[in-house]
């Protein structure tokens, strides 16, 4: 079946360094790929999306690149600061739902950035 | 500025009580959702509408229903609570169709649910 696998959190920083979040999916065929954030007290928003192999999503200096090969979506960033501290949700929209909008989320991998 | 809103931040409830969780939304989206969100789980589908009146069973439906009269409303209900319904609820919306966008999921901040 379709489903996600994140690195475990919490992922803990110091302000400027570098972050990776690891994200790897198992579907059939070619889903598209999501990376949600979750600050606290509030709800999911898209973060950055792909849609096909070699695609690199981007927003706010996160990106993210669609591996088929790996079948992964690792999330990045050159420099975090203490306002990208949150939950991080990978997520996949499986082929053939393209027009339902149901996603598979991930387990979520909190950051805490510290000054 | 497009928003979902739930009614209610924060629930205590009793065993056995009627719950009902609502969400509005504004943006005219066909598409609505109820997750349920637990650490070390992530997010869960409850239930699934994608019009007036039409809804469709997702991952983990037992122990709830929904209602969706009007397009802009979609409710969750948990007719006898128990304390394993206790968590996280997410409601969120999306376009439907092929339509720029179909597949970006707009969230309300979610309702907390205790069950004691």
């Known amino acids: 079946g379709n489903s996600v696998t994140q690195m475990e959190g919490p992922v803990t920083l110091s302000e400027e360094a570098f972050l990776t979040i690891n994200c790897t999916y198992t579907?059939?065929?070619?889903?598209?790929l999501f990376w949600y954030v979750q600050y606290p007290g509030e709800g999911l928003q898209l973060l950055l999306k792909?849609?096909?192999?070699?695609d690199k999503g981007s927003n706010k200096g996160f990106e993210a690149t669609y591996r088929k090969e790996t079948t992964s979506f690792h999330l990045e960033k050159g420099s975090v600061q203490v306002s990208d501290s949150a939950v991080y949700f990978c997520?996949?929209?499986?082929?053939?739902?393209?027009?339902?909008?149901?996603?598979?989320f991930g387990q979520g991998t909190t950051l805490q950035v510290k000054p | 500025d497009v928003k979902v809103t739930q009614s209610s931040r924060y629930l205590v409830k009793r065993t056995g009580e009627k719950v009902f969780l609502e969400c509005v939304q504004d943006?005219?989206?066909?598409?609505m959702f109820w997750y349920r969100q637990d650490p070390g789980l992530g997010l869960r589908l409850i239930y699934f509408?994608?019009?007036?009146?039409?809804?469709e069973k997702g991952d983990i439906p037992e122990g709830y229903s929904v209602s969706r009269e009007k397009k802009e409303r979609f409710s969750l209900i948990l007719e006898s609570a128990s304390t394993n319904q206790t968590s996280m609820y997410l409601c969120a919306s999306s376009l439907s169709g092929l339509a720029s966008g179909a597949n970006v999921l707009t969230f309300g901040a979610g309702s907390r649910l205790t069950v004691l």
């Open positions: 943006m005219d989206h066909e598409n």
């Open positions: 997520a996949l929209s499986p082929p053939g739902s393209s027009n339902t909008g149901k996603l598979i």
């Open positions: 579907a059939t065929g070619y889903p598209s």
């Open positions: 509408s994608y019009d007036v009146k039409m809804k």
């Open positions: 792909a849609t096909k192999a070699d």
